[in-house]
């Protein structure tokens, strides 16, 4: 038996990949870090938190405590670990993790050291004895949800792209995933998108499963925004979506984040799906916007057992990704 593990079951600890000189970020470093010190912060206070690194005394200085962090230094292009992270699964009762190909999403930027970290991070023995399996296939973490049994939510757009193993169709991906992932159930959007997103619309910046019956996911109640024609055809196809005992999903909408724009006017991908759940904790996402306080009150409600810790990420949209983007949980 073989399934892929859901976010919200026990993890073992969070990666992260912080900035450094030689990446994107180089141009204003000081205040690219500062998010990713407060990820890692928000997380180590009661999990173990994983931070690659380019200089890990330098790294480590930054906190005033590094307790349940552990900083390993390894070569990346960039920081989303989220798409070229460890995918978790169980497969006969065991965790195991598998190591997709990275391509920088359909060859849009360059991924050849983001596309060996896993090796790396396996080889160096931070992993224990737990299994890796180098899979021949591209997939990022962001493009998939898990229920943990069997479910698994995803998007056309990314999966079936042709600058993803030449273009699939649904089934021939459902049938790759069934046989890496166990996947026994597929949910496709074919639509939303979220401007400013390099990533073909991954599910991960539109909707998520949260527990296996029920659905957070991007409302735009703005008629006038470029986005509300096509989250609310998303919208409605979530509502035909069924959960394994065949009952209609619980959905939990989340607001439409105000336009955020950069420099030269291009709009930024803010969206509040981008949260992270974490053993004891919820930590999503802000933009300094008046929406930042209506989507604490959901996730305070949506997850009343977990700490519901906000983060700003202005700094990481400038950059194309937000919280979830930049972590990725390894299972128990």
């Given amino acids: 038996m073989k399934r892929m593990i859901a976010e919200w079951e026990k993890q073992r600890a969070i990666l992260l990949s912080f900035p450094h000189e ?42 005033c405590s590094t307790q349940n962090m552990t900083f390993i230094e390894i070569p990346t292009n960039d920081t989303w670990i989220r798409d070229y992270g460890y995918i978790s699964i169980e497969e006969n009762g065991e965790v195991k993790l598998l190591d997709f190909t990275f391509d920088g999403w359909g060859g849009k930027f360059d991924a050849s050291l983001d596309n060996v970290v896993n090796k790396i991070l396996h080889q160096k023995g931070y992993l224990g004895t737990t299994p890796l399996e180098t899979i021949d296939f591209v997939l990022e973490g962001g493009s998939i949800e898990s229920d943990g049994e069997g479910t698994i939510l995803t998007t056309s757009e990314c999966l079936c792209n042709p600058n993803r193993n030449g273009g699939l169709t649904k089934v021939e991906v459902e049938e790759r995933l069934k046989q890496y992932l166990g996947a026994e159930r597929f949910l496709w959007l074919d639509h939303g998108y979220l401007a400013g997103d390099d990533t073909d619309s991954h599910v991960d910046t539109l909707a998520r499963l ?42 939990v909408a989340l607001p439409m984040c105000e336009a955020k724009f950069d420099e030269d006017g291009k709009r930024l991908p803010a969206t509040y799906a981008n949260f992270l759940i974490t053993n004891h904790a919820l930590i999503y996402p802000t933009y300094e916007t008046p929406q930042d306080k209506e989507a604490h009150q959901i996730f305070k409600n949506t997850f009343p057992d977990r700490e519901v810790i906000p983060v700003n990420c202005l700094r990481l949209i400038e950059q194309g990704g937000s919280l979830h983007c930049s972590t990725m949980q390894v299972a128990y």
């Avoid at 030689?22 to 180590?44: G, V």
């Avoid at 019956?213 to 509502?239: F, G, R």
Wanted: one cysteine or more.
């Fill in 22 to 63: 030689n990446t994107d970020w180089a141009d204003n470093l000081e205040s690219a870090l500062s998010p990713f010190i407060r990820i890692a912060q928000a997380i180590a206070y009661a999990e173990a938190v994983y931070i690659i690194c380019q200089d890990k005394t330098k790294i480590a200085d930054m906190f």
């Fill in 210 to 251: 949260v527990n296996k019956d029920t659905i957070m996911y991007v409302k735009c109640e703005d008629e006038n925004d470029e986005h509300y024609e096509a989250l609310k055809a998303m919208e409605a196809q979530l509502q035909t979506f069924t959960t394994n005992e065949g009952k209609p999903y619980n959905l």
